[in-house]
């Protein structure tokens, strides 16, 4: 069992490389493109509204990590009518959390103007409040969807669930190239071509697997069952408190800049921490199978491959410490090609 998971880690890594280095290439083409739409202030607004979608993602309770664990255990010991009722009962808990959510920013925009509280300028005031509140709602409806990322992950298939960066990404690109070509610069069209890609992609990818993979255990009210919603947001809890963390070290950045200097200084700032992350980024391609995989051994009381398998994951680590600094040394020659002379790091 030991070598099957070998492989299958093997090829969630070639997946992931595969997906993820395409879809941060044409991220990469993103940044110059959307530079080119906008000016740099309001660029580094949507980097403002995208660092509260992100910190925002910690929201859902822990329940799609919750979901991970529980159905990847239901799927390594075969029990189908389990991994049904776990994902029904997912996806109606955070239907109903995302709608609750959803509702309560809704009435609170109505007393709230998210432009000045993100020192938007004067000019752009209405403009920000009504891309902020349309983001809000397709952003609430990716938290359902995306549910979809967590099923295939707890199957092992963590590198097949990476196809929706590449998809959403591509679909992303080409929507700012037609923005450039044939219309005026609009932060409002800008904010909906960066979200109603992702959110086609995740609909059109839940609809597939249903229909086709996991078509056995597709959602259904009559498999609903809340005594395991007690199973997945009580696990749900301790993933949520990790969630926080991350996504106050990762994601508060861009506000608290904008707020003490302002929206301008967002875009220097996050352009040169998007050239580093690239490193964590190849890191992350070893080290995102090992979530679901360890869950299955530790099921299947495979121990020894866990304890293997962290001391491969600490000799790369250990790999990537010279790298990291090679980054940093070629950084200004990098970025000046990547980006020009629009922005100066």
């Known amino acids: 069992m030991s070598k099957v998971r070998d492989q299958q880690y093997l090829i969630n890594i070639f997946r992931i490389l595969m997906f993820n280095g395409g879809s ?8 110059p493109l959307s530079l080119g739409y906008l000016d740099a202030t309001r660029y580094g607004l949507w980097l403002v509204i995208s660092s509260v979608f992100a910190t925002m993602g910690s929201f859902d309770f822990g329940l799609g990590n919750g979901l991970r664990n529980k159905l ?24 109903a959390t995302s709608l609750t959510l959803l509702a309560l920013a809704i009435i609170s925009h109505q007393f709230v103007n998210w432009g000045e509280l993100f020192n938007a300028p004067k000019d752009m005031l209405t403009e920000f409040n009504k891309a902020f509140i349309l983001c809000i709602t397709f952003y609430f409806m990716n938290f359902i969807f995306n549910l979809i990322i967590s099923i295939l992950t707890a ?10 960066d590449l998809l959403s990404s591509l679909l992303v690109l080409i929507v700012i190239y037609l923005l450039k ?15 109603i890609p992702q959110l086609a992609v995740l609909i059109s990818m839940n609809a597939y697997m249903f229909i086709t993979r996991y078509r056995k255990i597709s959602p259904s009210l009559s498999s609903i069952q809340f ?3 007690k199973d997945l947001a009580g696990l749900g809890v301790k993933f949520f408190a990790i969630q926080i963390s991350v996504a106050i070290v990762l994601s508060t ?25 690239i490193t964590l980024l190849l890191f992350n391609v070893i080290l995102a199978p090992s979530w679901s995989a360890y869950t299955q051994a530790a099921a299947q009381n495979d121990h020894a491959w866990i304890i293997r398998t962290i001391f491969r994951l600490l000799g790369v680590w250990v790999m990537m410490l010279p790298v990291i600094v090679v980054f940093g040394l070629i950084s200004k020659t990098v970025i000046a090609l ?8």
């Open 24 to 31: 941060h290439l044409i991220r990469l083409i993103i940044v």
């Open 72 to 95: 990847s255990i239901a799927l390594a010991t075969k029990d189908m009518g389990l991994a049904k009722k776990y994902i029904s009962t997912a996806y109606f808990l955070i239907t």
């Open 155 to 164: 199957d092992q298939q963590i590198g097949l669930s990476r196809i929706y």
């Open 181 to 195: 070509t044939f219309t005026q610069s609009s932060f409002l069209y800008l904010c909906m071509a960066m979200i």
């Open 227 to 229: 005594s395991l919603g």
């Open 253 to 277: 950045d861009n506000i608290i800049i904008t707020t003490l200097i302002g929206p301008e200084a967002v875009t220097p700032y996050n352009i040169a921490f998007q050239y580093m992350t």
């Open 338 to 345: 990547w980006i020009g002379d629009q922005i100066a790091v």
